[in-house]
């Protein structure tokens, strides 16, 4: 009976030190979770760092009055993560008048769209694309007057696909088309069969260009047959039997969301992004496919601005 009341006795002793801990306000101190000291960082490294924003989002220099306020709203939030954050989502978002670029939305888009014709198309200029698609308008119309009924098929599907490429730096800022919808335009018209000659550049080509590998034997040998002999075959877990379902596929696979977060760290760092970083910005990407918060993450860090 002693032992139990000294049991009990304890555990009253403990309930109360819980409850008088709750009452208490306590600061706990989380080692390497304190702010970084901003404080020997130059006014010059800062309009570094809010120029490169501007160049590498709407690919030009900040003017004297975008740097100077940007630059003092950084100053005035001691360089705080948020308030880059609001910087570069000002920059990507944006849709109020500036001069020059219409607004920072306008300029933001047509720098992804000038980045994915670079990328996939080696720059073509409109002009180029838009002559293309003149030219299978009036070849359609031609086939038509000769009642060439797969003549006709031909040219509006080459027509189309010009189109689509020229309207999807205005869809996706409108957000009626996703990033990986742009790229797959990109990909698929006679520019980009032009650079990459036959089924057989062109499986290489996709793989290369979305994923920077090239396909290992079995993913070449399926994606040959969808290309060239319209076989039905499961590319990365869709079933596929023609060039857009082929890649649609490509487009909407896990590999595709990792090889974007890559290409934007080794575009924006300089470097391949570690397992950890990975880890981190990867699953939100492949729920929302929002590329912009992506390049938040690589654009809001101090190894960016280069505050280290």
Not at 13 to 27: H, N, Q, R, T, Y
Not at 75 to 93: E, F, G, K, P, V
Not at 244 to 256: I, Q, V
Not at 280 to 306: F, I, N, T
Request: net charge neutral; hydrophobic share 35%; with cysteine.
């Amino acid at each position: 009976m002693k032992t139990v009341s000294i049991i009990r006795g304890g555990m009253v002793c403990l309930l109360m030190g819980l409850f008088a801990a709750c009452e208490k306000s306590v600061d706990v101190l989380i080692p390497g979770n304190l702010q970084p000291d901003y404080s020997g960082i130059t006014t010059l490294r800062v309009e570094n760092y809010v120029n490169r924003l501007f160049i590498d989002l709407l690919g030009r220099e900040a003017t004297e009055t975008e740097r100077q306020e940007a630059v003092q709203e950084l100053r005035d939030s001691t360089l705080s993560n948020s308030i880059r954050r609001r910087l570069i989502t000002r920059l990507q978002s944006d849709t109020s008048f500036h001069p020059g670029d219409s607004s920072y939305r306008h300029a933001y888009c047509e720098r992804i769209y000038q980045l994915m014709k670079a990328r996939f198309l080696e720059g073509a200029d409109d002009g180029e694309l838009q002559l293309r698609l003149g030219n299978a308008r009036f070849a359609e119309t031609i086939a038509r007057l000769n009642g060439d009924s797969v003549g006709v098929f031909s040219a509006r599907n080459q027509a189309e696909s010009y189109e689509r490429v020229l309207k999807s730096r205005r869809n996706y800022r409108l957000g009626k088309i996703s990033f990986g919808e742009m790229c797959s335009y990109m990909m698929n018209n006679g520019i980009y069969d032009v650079i990459n000659m036959n089924s057989f550049n062109f499986v290489n080509a996709s793989y290369d260009d979305l994923f920077n590998r090239l396909p290992t034997r079995d993913e070449f040998n399926r994606a040959y047959d969808v290309i060239e002999y319209n076989k039905p075959a499961v590319i990365h877990g869709i079933a596929c039997t023609n060039r857009n379902e082929y890649l649609r596929a490509l487009t909407e696979s896990s590999e595709f969301y990792e090889a974007q977060v890559r290409w934007v760290w080794f575009t924006l760092l300089q470097r391949e992004p570690s397992t950890g970083e990975l880890f981190r910005v990867l699953p939100h990407y492949r729920l929302s496919g929002d590329l912009m918060e992506v390049q938040k993450q690589a654009l809001q860090s101090d190894e960016y601005a280069q505050f280290r």
